[in-house]
Structures are given as C-alpha cells and as structure tokens.
C-alpha cells in the first residue's frame, strides 16, 4: 500500500523556549535538559528546482570552502562530488538560526545530488550545529547565566511511497562515522543513521547527546522515483539547544 508524506511547503519551523521545551535526561555530572527545540521542513522538486536554496555545480566550490571555514572537520565531507559515481546534478542548502531572538546556534544543512540513472538517484546528507556563544539565562533576570550545548541534532527526507528508498549503511553509536566516501567524527552520545525502523518511506541520521563542540551529521541513501509521479521529496532539520543543571 502506498504511504503517502504529509507535506509542510516551503520553509517551516517551530522554536520552543522555556523549562518546559524539552525533554531532561540524567547524563554525567547532572541533568541534561533541553530548554529550546524545534525544527522545519522543505520539499526539494528535483524537476524544478528552488533558486533560493539550489548550488548548481560551478557553484559548490565556493560554498563547500565557507561551510570548511565555518565548521573545520565537521564540515561536509565530500569536496569534489564531480568524481563521484553518477552525473552531479547539484546541492540543496538550508541554514536555521536556533532561536532567532536569542541566537543560541546555526544549524547548516546540505544535500548532494547525482543522478544514477532514469529516475533514480544517490543522495548524500550532511548537516552540522554550531553553538554562537550565547549563554541561557536560568532565572528572569539574567544573573544566573549556564554554558548552552547541543542535545539532539537530526537531519531527515522522506519520499512518497515505500519502496523508493534504499540504504546500504546503518550505523548506531557515535565516534567516527563514514558513509558513500565521506567521513566525519561525531561527538559522545547517542547516533542513528539509516532507514527509519517505522517505515521505510524516510531516511535520516540524528545524534542526541550533550556536546560544546561542532556536531556533524551525514548520511546516504538512494531513491527511485516511481513511474508517473514527480521526482520530489520533503527534507527536514530538527535541533536542540540546552543546559546541564544538577536537578
């Protein structure tokens, strides 16, 4: 039977703020407690691409080079995606201020595509958080100020119908983390990458944990569009942003 996405056009997004945005969860030396989450959703039409997030080939240089600027060695890992196997029809890039009114972090995201044949393409997914330095204010005044960190990061597309996805790699645990001929080191914590063990209509890697550091996410997949319907997809990003307290 057919699963069908459910659709959430053009950028979406949702940001929560507060003691009670999130989940808490005892991890070393106190709880870790998520105080902002949230997340968005696109849908990439590979027949009529997005000029606002849409890197044609001559143009990948360039961003890759920003996004190593940015991030060091979180930063995508595939940089000459013109030797890679299938013709390299370009990128999709999506950047989300956390919390735009407090700036916590920036999550960039980037999409690879080639083409491998008709109607069958390779996807490479690569994501990664960056805290801004902006510290959360525990009380309503500011006095009492806590480091923030990273405390889930995840990075998902889903597709139209089972059956179009396909992935040849799933990994769980964190560490160093290779995938389609890119490597990247993932911090402490806890990381998934692979179909999705509810359905297989989505595809996604996600960490969860509590990191100061850069967190990068990448992942691989192949879809085969089904005859008669467009070759499009959602692709979402969700993130959490929280503190360490000792209750």
Not at 48 to 61: A, H, T, Y
């Amino acid at each position: 039977m057919p699963s069908r996405r459910q659709f959430l056009r053009g950028v979406g997004g949702t940001a929560l703020l507060g003691t009670a945005a999130g989940r808490a969860a005892y991890l070393d030396l106190g709880f870790v407690r998520t105080k902002a989450g949230g997340g968005g959703t696109n849908t990439i039409d590979l027949d009529s691409p997005n000029r606002e997030v849409f890197i044609p080939p001559k143009d990948f240089d360039a961003y890759a080079t920003q996004m190593h600027e940015q991030y060091g060695g979180a930063a995508i890992p595939w940089t000459d995606p013109e030797s890679l196997a299938g013709e390299f029809v370009g990128a999709y890039t999506r950047q989300v201020t956390i919390v735009p009114t407090e700036q916590y972090a920036m999550q960039d995201a980037t999409i690879l595509v080639h083409q491998l044949g008709s109607r069958r393409y390779k996807i490479r997914l690569w994501s990664a958080g960056r805290l801004l330095g902006k510290k959360y204010d525990v009380d309503p005044w500011g006095l009492y100020q806590k480091e923030t960190a990273f405390t889930w990061l995840k990075q998902e597309i889903s597709v139209g119908y089972e059956g179009e996805l396909s992935a040849d790699t799933t990994q769980s645990g964190s560490g160093r983390t290779s995938v389609a001929g890119g490597t990247v080191t993932v911090p402490d914590g806890s990381y998934e990458m692979g179909l999705s063990p509810v359905n297989e209509v989505n595809y996604r890697s996600r960490w969860e944990g509590f990191a100061t550091t850069d967190v990068p996410l990448i992942g691989a997949c192949e879809v085969q569009f089904k005859t008669g319907t467009k070759p499009r997809f959602d692709w979402s990003l969700s993130y959490g942003v929280g503190i360490r307290t000792p209750f």
